[in-house]
């Protein structure tokens, strides 16, 4: 049984390769970014990105 489908995943990716370039520009020290309080969006993108798919 699949519980996340393919969009789904897509979704989680990209938010997740946008927190680590938040991570890369900490390390880098370029400018500070607090990628922690950014965490709850891997949360919210799986919620949206069930919507999408059940009402579009």
Partial sequence: MNYMSEG??????A???ILLI???INILKI???Q???MLPSLIII????WLTEVYF
């Fill in 46 to 49: 799986l919620f949206l990105s």
């Fill in 15 to 17: 938010v997740g390769g």
């Fill in 35 to 37: 990628v922690t309080n």
């Fill in 8 to 13: 789904m995943i897509t979704n989680l990716t």
């Fill in 22 to 24: 938040g991570v890369a």
């Fill in 31 to 33: 400018k500070e970014i």
